[in-house]
């Protein structure tokens, strides 16, 4: 059974860095990604890599802030973020897709197990 349990949202300050992780149970994946949705808001893309970190994307927004990684022995997913901004409060939830693809996905409907969110505060 597929378990994706995210950690470390917290309320941080403006130009802040936080660390989120999310452990990644019951096998290995194509690929990863992490979302996130701010209160009223469409869930959108923030980062995606293949399981292998061969190809990794960014949404613009992030790039250059944020690094998409994966613990290989603790089968562990993360993301760092730094600078963070107000605007990126919001939760944000692990993805994995099953499927082993040169490149990584960035649809939401591409992914097949979703971890339960953690919440991301950025105050001005």
């Known amino acids: 059974q597929v378990q994706l349990v995210e950690s470390g949202g917290r309320l941080v300050q403006t130009g802040d860095s936080l660390r989120l992780s999310c452990e990644a149970s019951?096998?290995?994946?194509?690929?990863f990604a992490w979302f996130r949705q701010a209160s009223g808001k469409e869930r959108e893309f923030v980062a995606a890599?293949?399981?292998?970190?061969?190809?990794?994307y960014y949404a613009d927004s992030v790039k250059g802030r944020f690094t998409i990684s994966r613990d290989n022995v603790k089968n562990t997913l993360s993301l760092q973020m730094n600078s963070l901004k107000p605007e990126e409060t919001g939760v944000y939830y692990c993805?994995?897709?099953?499927?082993?693809?040169?490149?990584?996905?960035?649809?939401?409907?591409?992914?097949?197990?979703w971890g339960q969110g953690t919440q991301v505060t950025v105050s001005s």
């Open positions: 993805a994995v897709a099953v499927a082993t693809t040169r490149l990584p996905p960035r649809g939401q409907d591409q992914f097949d197990y």
């Open positions: 890599s293949t399981w292998r970190l061969s190809t990794r």
């Open positions: 019951g096998r290995t994946f194509g690929s």
